[in-house]
């Protein structure tokens, strides 16, 4: 017989975020697990990768990034006791500006001194994942906002002509690494020496790409990626040792090494025909910046009943703040390679 499974929404009451006594389970009949199942996380990796630089306490609610741009070579000779006309510095500000985001729970006394399960823990850690959570997803909205797009297929300049079948290519992501290098991108200095075990890799200095888990399918399909030759797509497992490694590295395509996260950019819906559709952040270093406000701005809450608004001590809240934002600091060091799941 299959196991049944009971669905309880703790949070279903009143303001939409109150535990009470009336929303949790029976454990009167049978025979009661202690131990919690784990819960689904994804990998939280949009922050990883950019420039950190942390924005003070009371020094504002923006931080701004400047560059002075490259200036033009000096090709023409010199004349003899002729001054040429100079050139003008030209620089570029990138304000990033801090948002205040947080969430909370509120758990009733009676709950907290009544209940075979460890509630008030169990928010600490609910709201400690829904900010990594929030936080990694807010992150991505900036950065999926860049100007540098490729499209898979023939033809696409938008998220709504994707189609089933316009999906990652080789020759897209050879479109991608030729752009880069021609912006003088740098890559990423971390690499993987070669070995002398057989049908294995090295893996040079590289660019960093972030995938959502639906995509892996199209890295071995052998029309979009051949087996063999600089098209070949070298999966983590071949790669010559797992130095440097990342957590949910599934591979390398010539320069370009791929991580997944199911948290990374999905246009549920928006393709043709309602399908969904997939954003790939592929990026050099120092492409972009993330900017918290430093010194404890993240945390997690914990007030126990009482307080001017709770006469009776019946309220429990558990939440978290955060502050921070992403930027793009060179739209040509950062691609967005929008395609359909293979």
């Given at each position: 017989?299959?196991?049944?499974?009971?669905?309880?929404?703790?949070?279903?009451?009143?303001?939409?975020?109150?535990?009470?006594?009336?929303?949790?389970?029976?454990?009167?009949?049978?025979?009661?697990?202690?131990?919690l199942?784990?819960?689904?996380?994804?990998?939280?990796v949009?922050?990883?990768?950019?420039?950190?630089?942390?924005?003070?306490?009371?020094?504002?609610?923006?931080?701004?990034?400047?560059?002075?741009?490259?200036?033009?070579?000096?090709?023409?000779?010199?004349?003899e006791?002729?001054?040429?006309?100079?050139?003008?510095?030209?620089?570029?500000?990138?304000v990033?500006?801090?948002?205040?985001?947080?969430?909370?729970?509120?758990?009733?006394?009676?709950?907290?001194?009544?209940?075979?399960?460890?509630?008030?823990?169990?928010?600490?850690?609910?709201?400690?994942?829904?900010?990594?959570?929030?936080?990694?997803?807010?992150y991505?909205?900036y950065?999926?906002?860049?100007?540098?797009?490729?499209?898979?297929?023939?033809?696409?300049?938008?998220?709504?002509?994707?189609?089933t079948?316009?999906?990652?290519?080789?020759?897209?992501?050879?479109?991608?690494?030729?752009?880069?290098?021609?912006?003088?991108?740098?890559?990423?200095?971390?690499?993987?020496?070669?070995?002398?075990?057989?049908?294995?890799?090295?893996?040079?200095?590289?660019?960093?790409?972030?995938?959502?888990?639906?995509?892996?399918?199209?890295?071995?399909?052998?029309?979009?990626?051949?087996?063999?030759?600089?098209?070949?797509?070298?999966?983590?497992?071949?790669?010559?040792?797992?130095?440097?490694?990342?957590?949910?590295?599934?591979?390398?395509?010539?320069?370009i090494?791929?991580?997944?996260?199911?948290?990374?950019?999905?246009?549920?819906?928006?393709?043709?025909?309602?399908?969904?559709?997939?954003?790939?952040?592929?990026?050099?270093?120092?492409?972009?910046?993330?900017?918290?406000?430093?010194?404890?701005?993240?945390?997690?809450?914990?007030?126990?009943?009482?307080?001017?608004?709770?006469?009776?001590?019946?309220?429990?809240?558990?939440?978290?703040?955060?502050?921070?934002?992403?930027?793009?600091?060179?739209?040509?060091?950062?691609y967005?390679?929008?395609?359909?799941?293979?």
């Amino acid at each position: 017989m299959a196991a049944t499974v009971q669905t309880i929404d703790y949070f279903a009451t009143g303001d939409g975020n109150h535990a009470s006594s009336d929303t949790l389970p029976s454990v009167t009949r049978g025979v009661y697990n202690r131990s919690l199942l784990k819960r689904a996380q994804p990998e939280l990796v949009h922050q990883q990768f950019g420039m950190q630089h942390p924005l003070g306490m009371r020094k504002g609610q923006s931080m701004v990034f400047r560059r002075y741009e490259k200036l033009d070579q000096a090709t023409i000779p010199l004349s003899e006791g002729v001054t040429p006309d100079g050139t003008s510095l030209v620089k570029r500000d990138y304000v990033a500006t801090i948002k205040q985001y947080g969430n909370y729970v509120i758990v009733s006394d009676f709950v907290d001194m009544t209940h075979v399960d460890p509630i008030i823990q169990q928010s600490v850690e609910l709201m400690g994942e829904n900010m990594g959570e929030t936080m990694d997803s807010v992150y991505r909205e900036y950065l999926v906002t860049g100007t540098s797009v490729a499209y898979a297929g023939t033809g696409n300049s938008a998220v709504g002509d994707i189609a089933t079948g316009d999906v990652l290519t080789s020759t897209l992501f050879d479109t991608v690494i030729s752009a880069l290098k021609g912006a003088d991108a740098k890559v990423f200095q971390p690499q993987i020496s070669g070995s002398t075990r057989v049908n294995t890799y090295p893996v040079a200095k590289s660019f960093w790409a972030i995938i959502h888990t639906d995509l892996e399918g199209s890295f071995y399909n052998t029309t979009n990626f051949p087996v063999s030759g600089m098209n070949k797509f070298v999966p983590v497992e071949q790669y010559a040792n797992a130095d440097g490694v990342m957590e949910n590295e599934i591979g390398k395509y010539r320069q370009i090494r791929f991580i997944t996260s199911t948290n990374a950019k999905v246009y549920s819906g928006q393709g043709t025909g309602a399908i969904d559709v997939y954003g790939v952040l592929v990026f050099a270093r120092d492409a972009y910046g993330v900017v918290p406000l430093q010194r404890g701005s993240a945390r997690t809450i914990i007030q126990r009943a009482g307080g001017n608004t709770d006469p009776l001590e019946q309220r429990n809240t558990v939440g978290w703040k955060s502050a921070g934002c992403a930027i793009i600091l060179n739209d040509d060091w950062m691609y967005r390679v929008v395609a359909a799941a293979a």
